[in-house]
């Protein structure tokens, strides 16, 4: 059975909803920048650079953390703050430190911290607002219960 085309985008035996931007990523102090292009995956908490590329670039682990991998297994990885670039803007993230060789991926953290969201149908970015809810209802709530 032939499938119709996901609207702005392919076959689902092509990708559909998956995306790649540019980045470029550096040190925190901001003295030199790689260009990637990166996966947007927005069910990574974390954005994954390769290792080899990170070490390239003089970025050293600060940190050891648990990560849960999709087939469940949980595992530890190398993480650090570097500088990233993305979208016209340039800010601090945290990233995680990949095998060799991997996919880089930009996660919810760094996306969330440009405020950006993945608008998969065209395949780019999307400006999102900041939240910042009161929580007055729950408070409310809790003293009702009390």
Do not use: C
Not at 29 to 35: A, C, H, I
Not at 100 to 122: K, Q, S, Y
């Amino acid at each position: 059975m032939n499938r119709l085309p996901f609207p702005g985008g392919s076959t689902s035996d092509s990708d559909v909803g998956n995306f790649r931007v540019r980045i470029q990523i550096g040190r925190r102090d901001g003295d030199r920048f790689t260009p990637l292009r990166a996966l947007v995956d927005t069910g990574s908490t974390y954005s994954w650079i390769p290792r080899d590329v990170l070490e390239e670039l003089g970025v050293t682990a600060e940190h050891e953390w648990p990560f849960e991998l999709a087939d469940g297994r949980l595992v530890r990885y190398p993480v650090a703050w570097i500088q990233i670039r993305l979208e016209g803007r340039e800010q601090p993230t945290l990233v995680v430190f990949a095998p060799p060789g991997a996919e880089p991926i930009l996660g919810a953290f760094t996306l969330e911290g440009f405020r950006l969201a993945a608008d998969p149908v065209n395949e780019r970015l999307i400006s999102v607002p900041g939240l910042a809810k009161q929580a007055t209802t729950v408070r409310a709530e809790l003293s009702a219960i009390r």
